[in-house]
C-alpha cells in the first residue's frame, strides 16, 4: 500500500546520501525499524537537518512507497541535546542506539524497546544512576526483550524456587544447592540475583527506579558482559569508545 503515513518513533541513525539527501533508520511503534529516505537533509535551511539526527524522536511524517519510505516532515518531541553534547554520555547513547538498530526488526512490534531507548536516556540525563548502571540495565533488558535472556526465577535443574545460589551460562539459568553439585555454575549473591528479577519482570516504562551497592553493581556489570560475550555474536562500533 502507497501513500502518507505517520510514525512515531527515534531516528538510530542516519548517513549521508549523495550531495544532499540522507538515509535514516527509524525505530517506530507502529511499523518496528524502517529506514528512511530524506530529500535535501542536508541542505543548511531544510527542516529535515534537524529532524533527521540519531537521538530525535517524535512524529515523522512519512510517504511509505513500493519498496521505500521518504521522510517528508517531523513533529520532533525530544532532540536529546543535553547527551549530544556530553562527551562522555553520548557514548552510551549512541552504543545504546546501535543495540537498538542490531536487535530491533521491521514490522516487529518494538514498542517496549522504544520505551528502553527513551527511558535510558532520561536516567543517563537524570544523573541519579552510575552511568555504568544505566548501561547494564539496558544491555539486561534489551536480553528481555529479544527473549533470550537467562532464567532468574527457577532452577534449570529442577525448576525449584528456593536457594537459587548459582548462575550458569550453559543452561542459561539459575541453579539451586542441590542441583548445584551436578550441574554447576558460579556463585551469585542474592542482591544480584533480585536485581536481575526485577529487571526481567519490571516493564521498561519503571524500570530506572533504583540503584544497586558497589559491589552488586559489580557483579551485575560482569554477569551482563559474559553473557554478551558468549550469546551476542556481535561487536559493535561504539563499544571500543566505552572501553567495553
Ligand atoms: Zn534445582
Known sequence: ???????????????????????????????????????????????????????????????????????????????????????????YGYYFLEIAEYFSLENNDETERLILLYQAFRALLSGKFPVELVRCVYEFKTLVINGDYPNVFSCGGCDGKKQLFYLSPDKRSVICEDCHGRLGGTAISSSVLYAMQFITATPSAKLFSFTLKEDTQAELERITREYYNRYVEHKFKSEAFLGL
Not at 527509524?26 to 518496528?32: A, N, Q, S, Y
Not at 530524506?38 to 541542505?43: P, Y
Request: net charge negative; charged share 25%; hydrophobic share 40%.
Open 1 to 91: 500500500m502507497n501513500g502518507q503515513v505517520f510514525l512515531s518513533g527515534m531516528v538510530l541513525s542516519c548517513m549521508p546520501v549523495g550531495e544532499f539527501d540522507r538515509r535514516i533508520v527509524l525505530l517506530t511503534k507502529e511499523r518496528g525499524k524502517i529506514s528512511a529516505f530524506a530529500r535535501g537533509a542536508r541542505r543548511p535551511k531544510s527542516q529535515l537537518v534537524a529532524a533527521t539526527n540519531p537521538f530525535v524522536s517524535g512524529d515523522f511524517d512519512v510517504y511509505e512507497g513500493r519498496d521505500s519510505y521518504t521522510v517528508h516532515g517531523a513533529d520532533i518531541k525530544n532532540y536529546f541535546e543535553e547527551l549530544t553534547s556530553d562527551i562522555e554520555l553520548v557514548w
